[in-house]
């Protein structure tokens, strides 16, 4: 596997991608200004996009040439299609553990707002957290006498 830099002009989308990205190409511009280019835009063999639409946006928001790609000229036509749509649907399927969240986020000197976390994570956040998941307590059921009906607390 060989990652190559290629001009983003000879870069494509796909005209069909399903994904909705725009809301995301600032934070994803913000993370390839601050961290680079870390992960290369998956192309076919003619240079249109399979993964990375929003990383190719990214670019040329931020007026980039060139861009790190990585040519999948194994893949056949169907499983193009069908890698392109299960990348996206498998970040999906991700959750946060917000402890471990807003553990890491305390211990970051810098503004995560502009990669898209928003929530403030301090300790009335974490106290939110934990009273949120913490079950609810069951009203005493009442037992009834089965020969009068009438009800009792055990």
């Avoid at 060989?2 to 989308?13: A, G, H, N, S, Y």
């Avoid at 995301?24 to 998956?42: D, L, M, N, W």
């Avoid at 969240?101 to 974490?126: H, Q």
Wanted: proline share 5%.
């Amino acid at each position: 596997m060989t990652v190559q830099e290629m001009r983003l002009d000879q870069i494509k989308p796909y005209k069909n991608n399903p994904r909705k990205n725009d809301e995301a190409v600032t934070a994803v511009a913000a993370s390839i200004r601050e961290f680079g280019f870390k992960q290369p835009i998956v192309v076919d063999a003619d240079g249109v996009i399979i993964v990375g639409h929003t990383r190719y946006k990214a670019a040329q928001m931020l007026g980039l040439k060139t861009v790190p790609v990585l040519v999948a000229d194994d893949l056949s036509e169907d499983k193009v299609k069908a890698y392109r749509l299960a990348d996206n649907k498998t970040s999906e399927l991700a959750g946060w553990d917000f402890t471990a969240l807003a553990k890491e986020m305390a211990e970051i000197d810098m503004d995560m707002s502009k990669f898209g976390f928003t929530e403030a994570f301090d300790d009335s956040v974490l106290d939110d957290l934990f009273t949120e998941a913490e079950p609810k307590k069951k009203e005493p059921q009442k037992i009834r006498c089965p020969h009068c009906g009438e009800g009792f607390e055990p």
